[in-house]
């Protein structure tokens, strides 16, 4: 779970620094990266948004993803969503000197802010979307993107759970395919 979620934060062969387990979790998250960014249900999704966005069409379609799996949350989990969001919260907390500095920074307001709780809402979408904008080079398309988002809910959560059910299996097979030492099933970190 730790390295899944510092995956975006550890570059190159920095990975090779952290623990087993964590190194599979920020692998795992980059074989998801590039799994979704190919993937033609994902780029169809995301093509709703090119208008407004461009080039940061796939981002706005990764946070409408992030959004459908938080509503539909129990389509894929017997664990609901408020127990996992505060284990995970616990868990990272528990390695918070390990993490990069820049996840240090941003996971106080995750954790206040309960962000994967939040996204799903469309009110947690906009909020996501109007804060990434304000701190990145996302532009400002809020609007656009929660219009895109309503007329084309039905659509889109169709071609979300094609996805899910393709990116699930791919996981499995990764996951299958990685040597991991005999520590990862027994400890929490994975």
Same mark, same amino acid.
């Given at each position: 779970?730790?390295?899944?979620?510092? /995956?975006?934060?550890?570059?190159?062969?920095?990975?090779?620094?952290?623990?087993?387990?964590?190194?599979?979790?920020?692998?795992?998250?980059?074989?998801?990266?590039?799994?979704?960014?190919?993937?033609?249900?994902?780029?169809? *999704?995301? /093509? =709703? &948004?090119?208008?407004? =966005?461009?080039?940061?069409?796939?981002?706005? /379609?990764?946070?409408?993803?992030?959004?459908?799996?938080? @509503?539909?949350?129990?389509? =894929?989990?017997?664990? *609901?969503?408020?127990? &996992?969001?505060?284990?995970?919260?616990?868990?990272?907390?528990?390695?918070?000197?390990?993490?990069?500095?820049?996840?240090?920074?941003?996971?106080?307001?995750?954790?206040?802010?309960?962000?994967? !709780?939040?996204?799903?809402?469309?009110? /947690?979408?906009?909020?996501?979307?109007?804060?990434? *904008?304000?701190?990145?080079?996302?532009?400002?398309?809020?609007?656009? @993107?929660?219009?895109?988002? !309503?007329?084309? =809910? $039905?659509?889109?959560?169709?071609? &979300?759970?094609? &996805?899910?059910?393709?990116? $699930? @299996?791919?996981?499995?097979?990764?996951?299958?395919?990685?040597?991991?030492?005999?520590?990862?099933?027994?400890?929490?970190?994975?």
């Amino acid at each position: 779970m730790v390295g899944n979620f510092i /995956g975006d934060h550890v570059k190159g062969r920095r990975f090779l620094r952290y623990p087993d387990s964590v190194q599979t979790g920020i692998l795992l998250h980059r074989h998801i990266d590039t799994f979704t960014d190919a993937h033609p249900v994902f780029r169809e *999704s995301s /093509g =709703y &948004f090119r208008d407004g =966005y461009r080039r940061y069409a796939g981002v706005v /379609g990764d946070i409408i993803y992030d959004h459908l799996l938080a @509503a539909k949350w129990n389509n =894929y989990s017997d664990e *609901s969503l408020k127990s &996992f969001v505060n284990k995970s919260h616990r868990i990272l907390m528990r390695h918070y000197f390990t993490l990069p500095p820049r996840v240090k920074q941003f996971l106080p307001f995750l954790i206040k802010s309960r962000r994967l !709780e939040n996204y799903q809402t469309f009110e /947690g979408v906009e909020r996501t979307l109007r804060i990434m *904008s304000a701190n990145s080079s996302l532009p400002d398309h809020t609007d656009f @993107a929660l219009e895109q988002l !309503e007329k084309h =809910y $039905i659509t889109l959560t169709g071609q &979300f759970n094609r &996805f899910m059910t393709d990116i $699930i @299996a791919s996981s499995k097979v990764f996951l299958e395919n990685t040597e991991r030492p005999q520590s990862f099933e027994h400890t929490e970190v994975s």
